[in-house]
């Protein structure tokens, strides 16, 4: 009776192609980009390892989806072998204590064993059916116990797994009225009121608002035809000139925008959310100053990315990657961003801090008639503010500071500028083309020192930060930004 019962509800349910998790070339298939091939038809270990990207992707059962497609692709028997293989195994011998029943590899595992199940059901023999089903029993069972978690993407990851896994097998004991609950509140959480996701990268908008509109379209039938709009028009603004998402937070490095939207020109400023882009034909200028999620948090209040003809000129260290290590902390840090920092004092970068609770209705950005205004709290010793002075030509960043200490202005800038300091001003030239950019100050002069750009996913190349150290008494500073670029 069960596997008739499967056979209906899994025959009467659209498979979805599986969406791969890892990269396929000849001969071999890799999980990063500076991962060595690995041969396939290989079974993996699942003991712990002491690269955490390499066992996230194991537990997350990452290869089930790769074997999968190459399965429906080449009608391989080998492939539809080895993801059974590949399941049995990880149910039999996964101890890994950090990623086994983790809140987020337990919704991804979830999926992809649903999607493969309804893809590959006709072609699996029976036991590999009941197998599997308790498997898928065993996750919506934790999913909706003791692993659920809330106020986070990885909860909207949940609520989706649970979601596809009582549409492929109805008979499976989910409430959708309780993820229906559950989805509200993260569609609170996870969306400022102008529908930009929340959570400190704008490469978070390419799936978190699709995602919830999924949820509802499967939940309740009905989406909220708000919400396409509204993302749409943050990414048309957002998206930088090549087409790409800017690296604030934890944006990959290059992730394109798909698909891309008519860029607009004029100024749009994002308040609630904390972000604010000035564009034209020539300059794309974007800030952000927002604290409504301590996922993916930077210490990053006020910083700011410019590309003007044709070229990056201000830059920050990107996200590197997830794993612990001086990289990833560096790229977190008040150092690997343009902005005034308070040097050695603590920051604050959870919503769970009394510092956030006492003062985050005061926390972020606000439109000014001239431009912008970001204030901060994120120094733990210190009120933080920078204004931003959009003028023809030329933008102005006002920094200031409630009192003075040990402050610290980093710009950064590609490897390949010339810099060339003088008094009051600081001049870079691209070697690639000529071109030259001004930046006006009224601080003593600055020292150049090496600084780290991420180029790729757990990748650092070498850039150059711009270093001002404000005199004792200090407690504001201006620098002018020179959009006229200067060409050879």
């Known amino acids: 009776m069960l596997l ?35 041969p396939l038809f290989q079974m993996p270990s699942w003991e712990v390892q002491e690269d955490a990207n390499w066992r996230w992707h ?45 809140e987020h590899t337990t919704p991804l595992r979830l999926e992809r064993l649903v999607r493969a199940f309804g893809s590959l059901f006709s072609r699996l023999p029976d036991a590999a059916k009941v197998r599997w089903v308790a498997l898928v029993e065993d996750h919506v069972d934790r999913l909706l116990g ?62 978190i608002p699709a995602r919830i509109a999924e949820c509802q379209r499967l939940l309740t039938g009905a989406t909220d035809t708000a919400l396409p709009a509204q993302s749409d028009e943050f990414t048309a603004w957002i998206t930088r000139p090549d087409g790409t998402w800017p690296e604030f937070g934890d944006t990959a490095p290059g992730k394109p925008v798909e698909p891309l939207h008519a860029a607009p020109t004029g100024r749009r400023v994002f308040t609630h959310a904390g972000y604010a882009v000035q564009r034209d034909a020539d300059s794309h200028f974007a800030i952000k100053c927002g ?18 003809g044709g070229e990056d000129w201000f830059i920050e260290a990107g996200m590197f990657g997830y794993a612990r290590g001086w990289e990833r902390e560096h790229a977190r840090s008040p150092q690997g961003h343009n902005i005034s920092y308070r040097a050695g004092a603590n920051v604050i970068r959870s919503t769970t801090s009394r510092r956030w609770q006492r003062r985050h209705t005061r926390w972020g950005m606000t439109e000014t008639d001239a431009g912008v205004a970001c204030r901060s709290f994120m120094f733990d010793d210190a009120v933080y503010e920078r204004r931003v002075a959009f003028l023809p030509g030329r933008i102005v960043l006002y920094d200031a500071f409630d009192a003075p200490g040990t402050i610290r202005t980093r710009f950064h800038v590609p490897a390949d500028r010339h810099v060339h300091v003088e008094p009051g001003t600081v001049t870079l030239t691209s070697a690639a083309t000529g071109n030259r950019l001004v930046l006006r100050h009224d601080l003593p002069p600055p020292e150049v020192v090496a600084a780290h750009h991420t180029v790729a996913y757990l990748q650092y190349g070498p850039c150059q930060a711009v270093e001002f150290a404000w005199p004792a008494t200090r407690t504001s500073a201006s620098f002018a930004l020179d959009l006229h670029i200067r060409r050879q």
């Open 58 to 102: 194991h537990q997350s059962l990452a290869l089930v989806s790769l074997y999968t497609a190459l399965h429906l692709d080449s009608g391989d028997k080998r492939s539809l072998h080895f993801v059974d293989e590949i399941v049995a195994a990880w149910a039999s011998e996964s101890n890994d204590p950090a990623f086994t029943w983790g």
């Open 146 to 207: 003791d692993v659920a978690v809330s106020h986070h993407n990885h909860a909207l990851d949940q609520i989706y797994a649970l979601t596809l896994a009582k549409r492929y097998l109805p008979f499976l004991d989910i409430p959708e009225d309780v993820l229906a609950v559950r989805l509200e509140v993260e569609r609170c959480h996870l969306l400022s009121r102008e529908g930009v996701v929340t959570e400190n990268s704008p490469g978070y908008q390419s799936w």
């Open 4 to 38: 008739e019962g499967l056979t209906r509800a899994v025959r009467e349910t659209p498979a979805e192609r599986p969406v791969l998790a890892c990269r396929a070339e000849a001969g071999g298939w890799r999980y990063r980009p500076t991962d060595p091939l690995r």
């Open 291 to 308: 604290f409504l999620s301590h996922a993916h948090r930077h210490a990053d209040d006020g910083t700011f990315l410019l590309h003007a």
